[in-house]
């Protein structure tokens, strides 16, 4: 047999196991899409498969019934790009001064961050701390107190040491360039993977999150997205327990359709985002996992 009949056969062979692993991840987001729009009992009786038997859209209506959901939606979004936009802020340029060799105190400021990285205050405390700071209640409190992250540095400091070579940094000085004016003239223009790795890491964390909503937020103009969700869905399971009867047949029904369709609006933004950033959190992934 031939070297290249082999090839193919190899290339054959690692193609259809590619494909089946795209097939274990997609049909299941695929599923939960179809889901939504199709009848509770059509899915218990295994009628679902590729495409809805019969289209149904009560769940997104009793979903979007509710007036706070746009406000929630809105909050997420802002919540988001904002404290997205902080912790880039703040992780990026802490990466890049641990990468320096001139650092003064360097390992004393590695042990500061890493630390908090195995050893956590704990809950309780952290909320005197947030409370200290009259965070408490306020749209700062979900993007401020959290938004430094020890892993992210990591992975920015491993990206500076690794891509941006030191002659770079001799030949900027030779011109008269500073460290602060290196920084943004020349480190951050050629930093577009890490940036975008770190924060796609920080949108998710950030779209997703609930439960600092849950502990320091009581005001409900400022309550993000997956805390409303919760709140609806356990409070279809508190009507449902109490209900009786084809009654109960339909608030279960409906409270099915509501989880599927919470899904679906709740994971879409990020699903669309996720593909164009795709390629630099490949790459993010290969920065973390580099030995220094």
Request: proline residues 4%; glycine residues 6%.
């Amino acid at each position: 047999m031939s070297e290249a009949h082999n090839d193919i056969i190899t290339n054959v062979i690692f193609n259809a196991i590619a494909l089946m692993i795209i097939i274990l991840i997609v049909y299941p987001l695929w599923f939960i899409i179809i889901a939504s729009f199709s009848n509770p009992a059509d899915i218990a009786n295994g009628e679902i498969w590729f495409w809805p038997k019969n289209w149904d859209l009560n769940g997104y209506r009793e979903l979007f019934k509710q007036r706070q959901i746009w406000l929630s939606y809105a909050n997420t979004i802002i919540y988001t790009l904002v404290g997205t936009f902080i912790a880039l802020a703040v992780n990026i340029p802490a990466g890049y001064a641990m990468s320096r060799k001139d650092l003064y105190g360097k390992k004393w400021i590695n042990i500061f961050y890493l630390i908090p990285m195995f050893v956590s205050g704990g809950l309780i405390p952290t909320y005197f701390v947030v409370k200290g700071f009259g965070l408490l209640d306020s749209f700062w409190v979900m993007v401020l107190p959290f938004s430094v992250s020890t892993y992210n540095i990591i992975v920015a400091r491993t990206f500076f040491r690794s891509s941006l070579p030191e002659s770079l940094w001799d030949a900027a000085q030779i011109d008269g360039c500073g460290t602060i004016r290196f920084f943004f003239q020349f480190a951050l223009p050629l930093s577009k993977s890490v940036l975008a790795v770190i924060g796609l890491w920080t949108a998710v964390g950030l779209w997703n999150s609930w439960f600092n909503a849950l502990i320091y937020l009581n005001n409900e103009n400022l309550m993000p997205l997956q805390l409303l969700l919760r709140r609806i869905l356990i409070s279809n399971q508190s009507l449902l327990g109490a209900a009786t009867g084809s009654m109960a047949q339909e608030l279960r029904k409906l409270s099915d359709m509501m989880k599927y369709a919470a899904i679906v609006i709740s994971t879409l933004p990020i699903m669309c985002l996720y593909p164009f950033l795709q390629k630099y959190f490949n790459k993010g992934v290969m920065i973390g996992a580099i030995k220094e």
